[in-house]
C-alpha cells in the first residue's frame, strides 16, 4: 500500500506484541527510510509518518497505584508515569530500535468527563438508527456514568466501551423494538437502575429510578 500511497500515515497498534522479525524490518525502514519487498522492489517510506501504541508499563502504574493519585501532584504523576514507561521500554525493546524513534509520547489516564465524552460519541451512532425508525432515546447522567464504569479499563482504556454498549444499549434496545414495546413516536429513556439500566417509555409511569431520587433530592436542596 505504501508504494502505491507514498504519502501515508502508518500505525502499528500495540507493537511490543509484534515478532521479532518485524523490529528487523522497522531497524531499515527507521535507519534507511525504505523497505525491500518479497519480490524485491524497494519501497520508499520517506513521506509516511510510522506511528506505535503500546500498553507497556501500565500494568505496574496500577500496581503502584500510579493512576489514582490526587489531582493536585499531577507533575509528580507524570513524572512517575514517563519514568516506569521508559524504563519498561528499555527492558522491552533494543537500544537501536528506541534511538531510531523521534519521540515517545506519554498520555495521561483518561478522566471522568473524557470517558464521558467517549460515551456520548460512541452512542450518537447507535441512537441515530434508532432515530431513523422514529424512535427518540436519552439517556441520564446516571445511565452515561454506569456506561462509562463498566465499559472503562485502567490498563486497556476505553477499548471495551463499544462492547459494553452494545451489551448494555444495543441490544435491549433491538429486543424491545422487534417485541413492539417501542415504536414510532415512542420517547425512551434510559436511566440507571441498581447495578444495571432500565428502558422507559416517557409516557408511561414506571417505577422511580435512583437517577430519579437523586434528581429529586438536587431540586430539593436548589429549592
Given at each position: ?6 504519502y ?40 509516511t ?14 500496581k ?70 422514529g424512535?427518540?432515546v ?31 444499549i ?19 429513556r ?14 408511561s ?19
Amino acid at each position: 500500500k505504501v508504494r502505491r500511497r507514498p504519502y501515508s500515515v502508518i500505525l502499528l497498534d500495540e507493537v511490543e506484541k509484534a515478532h521479532p522479525d518485524v523490529f528487523n524490518l522497522l531497524l531499515q525502514v527507521l535507519d534507511e527510510g525504505r523497505l525491500t519487498d518479497s519480490f524485491g522492489r524497494k519501497v520508499n517510506f520517506k513521506n509516511t509518518i510510522l506511528i506505535m501504541t503500546s500498553n507497556l508499563g501500565t500494568r505496574d502504574l496500577n500496581k503502584a497505584g500510579g493512576l489514582g493519585f490526587g489531582r493536585a501532584d499531577k507533575k509528580s504523576i507524570r513524572e512517575k508515569m514517563e519514568e516506569t514507561i521508559g524504563d519498561e521500554l528499555k527492558k522491552t525493546f533494543n537500544p537501536e530500535f528506541i534511538n531510531r524513534l523521534d519521540e515517545v509520547v506519554v498520555f495521561n489516564p483518561l478522566e471522568r468527563k473524557e470517558i464521558i465524552q467517549i460515551v456520548d460519541i460512541e452512542l450518537e451512532v447507535i441512537l441515530a438508527r434508532v432515530r431513523e425508525r422514529g424512535i427518540e432515546v436519552s439517556l441520564t447522567p446516571g445511565a452515561k456514568a454506569l456506561l462509562g464504569e463498566k465499559g472503562y479499563d485502567p490498563t486497556y482504556g476505553a477499548r471495551h466501551l463499544k462492547r459494553t454498549i452494545q451489551k448494555m444499549i444495543e441490544d435491549p434496545m433491538a429486543e424491545d423494538i422487534l417485541m413492539g414495546r417501542f415504536v414510532d413516536g415512542s420517547q425512551v429513556r434510559v436511566s440507571k437502575k441498581g447495578d444495571g439500566l432500565q428502558f422507559v417509555d416517557a409516557s408511561s409511569s414506571e417505577a422511580t429510578t435512583e437517577d430519579d431520587v437523586e434528581e429529586e433530592v438536587v431540586d430539593r436542596n436548589n429549592g
